[in-house]
């Protein structure tokens, strides 16, 4: 994780990130002359109306100051913080403060032709097998969850997903309420290859074919660990490969 701070003076609102993190810590001091609301969103400018994460109440004229457990308010769009004159949506308030804001953002992966994707379904082909070996995955996050049941990620080797995965990772959930967050799964430096060798066999059992070894890479989220069977059909994908 790489830790930034981010400073602001005498702003109502602060878009503080556009990238995927976690809050640490948020201080400032707050110069207006009434009460107000400080709300937290987890997207790039939101307008009037919007739902924040969190609200707090700032006092008139007095420093504020809130620490918070890195895993409770992982943020998968960006941080937003603004003054608000109500505290169940956003009205942004023409009163100003100050900011100092710690974040942790998850390390990019290191290989430089990496590039983030997202999936619209709980699977997706991230290369077929007739583009063969010289790909990797570095990160997958599952996001959209509508619900917390047990799950894993599986990756298969080929282009169909209802054989035998190679690798089946168990979900980690870092929030469950109010909103479900999954944690990042990384595949280290040199990221996955994910690779497996098929025998064809005939129907009385003898083989009938040299081994075929299957180079492609798709995900799905499924309750099983052994085969893909669909929990959530809401779910999709943020990943990063190269």
């Known amino acids: 994780m790489l830790k930034t701070v981010v400073p602001a003076y005498g702003v109502s609102d602060l878009q503080a990130t556009s990238f995927p993190c976690n809050l ?3 201080q400032g001091y ?3 002359a009434a009460d107000a609301w400080l709300q937290i969103h987890d997207t790039t400018d939101p307008g009037n109306g919007a739902i924040p994460l969190k609200s707090y109440q700032l006092q008139s004229k007095m420093p504020f100051s809130w620490k918070f457990d890195p895993n409770i308010l992982p943020l998968s769009q960006g941080l937003y913080v603004a003054v608000s004159t109500t505290e169940a949506t956003l ?14 953002k ?5 290989n430089p032709a990496a590039a983030v994707h997202s999936s619209s379904s709980d699977v997706e082909q991230v290369w077929a097998e007739a583009q063969g070996s010289q790909h990797r995955l570095y990160r997958v996050t599952v996001t959209g969850r509508t619900n917390s049941a047990a799950s894993f990620l599986l990756v298969f080797a080929d282009d ?12 980690v959930y870092l929030q469950t309420d109010p909103d479900i967050t999954c944690a990042p799964i990384d595949f280290g430096v040199d990221g996955l290859n994910p690779s497996s060798v098929v025998t064809a066999q005939s129907s009385s059992g003898p083989v009938i074919g040299p081994p075929v070894r299957k180079t492609g890479c798709t995900i799905a989220l499924s309750s099983s660990p052994t085969s893909y069977v ?9 990943y990063y490969a190269a």
Request: aromatic share 10%; proline share 7%; net charge negative.
């Open 24 to 26: 640490v810590n948020l």
């Open 30 to 32: 707050f110069s207006g």
């Open 91 to 104: 009205t942004l308030s023409t009163d100003k403060a100050d900011f100092l804001i710690d974040v942790e």
């Open 106 to 110: 998850y390390a990019e992966p290191l």
């Open 160 to 171: 169909s997903y209802a054989t035998r995965p190679v690798v089946a990772i168990p979900i």
């Open 230 to 238: 669909q929990v959530d059909s809401s779910a999709t994908f943020t």
